[in-house]
């Protein structure tokens, strides 16, 4: 039987991926984190010393692409070929260009329908999968669409949270990612059917729960 799908869009910094992990581990569900595949490639483009702003280049590394995706009990492993790349995805380097990346039509084309494969193949109950395009693209026949967002000042501030004092950048590189990333997908405004969660007001284990109670009310409302 098909999994229950939830799909959660949203901007940078919108707590897509924690919120998602921790909703779906509470929900008994899967959970697939898309942006990890769109880092991948580019962590490639990147090895190979390739142009990621040459379109042709970076389909021609598609063919080469042999990514492998695991969830831990610490999180998303991550595997290009043989190398591990969890943590190399998420550096400044990768993050910096990835829009470039997300950009060529047929490299949306092709990790979306590896994307369908891998909600297709789950044998749990249901997934959680995050990104920019879930609810519109990827599965917009999700039972559960959600677009989660916060204003842009406070994710802003939970990212610099994360990160060492110093990186005076992060408002700038979060701001230019979104900027660039909404010129290929919409993802600041809910699509007919979603449901938006604004968690700027929320804490951490308030706006998880948010999610879950969505998931009940929809899948099992009585
Ligand atoms: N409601 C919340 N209250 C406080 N902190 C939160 C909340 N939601 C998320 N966070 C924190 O905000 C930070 C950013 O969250 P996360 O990395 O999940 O965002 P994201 O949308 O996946 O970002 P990106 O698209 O850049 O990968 C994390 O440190 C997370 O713990
Ligand atoms: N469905 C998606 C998911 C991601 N992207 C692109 O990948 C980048 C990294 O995503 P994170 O969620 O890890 O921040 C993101 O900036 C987009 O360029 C996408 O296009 N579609």
């Known amino acids: 039987m098909s999994p229950v799908v939830v799909a959660v869009d949203g901007p940078a910094g919108s707590g897509k991926s924690s919120v998602s992990k921790a909703a779906a581990r509470e929900l008994g569900y899967a959970y697939l984190d898309t942006g990890a595949a769109y880092r991948a490639l580019t962590w ?16 021609a590394l598609l063919s080469d692409f042999d990514y492998c995706t695991e969830l831990t009990e610490t999180g998303t492993a991550v595997r290009v070929g043989e190398a591990v790349v969890t943590d190399a995805i998420r550096e400044p380097r990768v993050s910096a260009v990835v829009s470039d990346i997300a950009r060529v039509p047929e490299v949306r084309r092709a990790l979306n329908e590896a994307f369908r494969r891998l909600i297709r193949a789950s044998d749990a109950p249901g997934i959680v999968v995050e990104g920019r395009d879930i609810t519109t693209v990827v599965a917009p026949d999700a039972e559960v669409r959600i677009l989660l967002t916060a204003d842009e000042d406070v994710r802003i501030a939970r990212r610099s949270a994360e990160l060492a004092p110093g990186a005076a950048s992060t408002a700038q590189q979060l701001s230019e990612r979104d900027r660039r990333d909404a010129q290929v997908v919409d993802f600041l405004t809910a699509a007919p059917g979603v449901t938006t969660i604004d968690s700027t007001h929320l804490d951490f284990p308030g706006t998880v729960q948010a999610v879950v109670d969505l998931v009940h009310a929809t899948i099992s409302p009585h």
């Open 44 to 59: 490639l483009a990147l090895e190979r010393g390739a142009d990621t702003a040459d379109a042709a280049a970076v389909v």
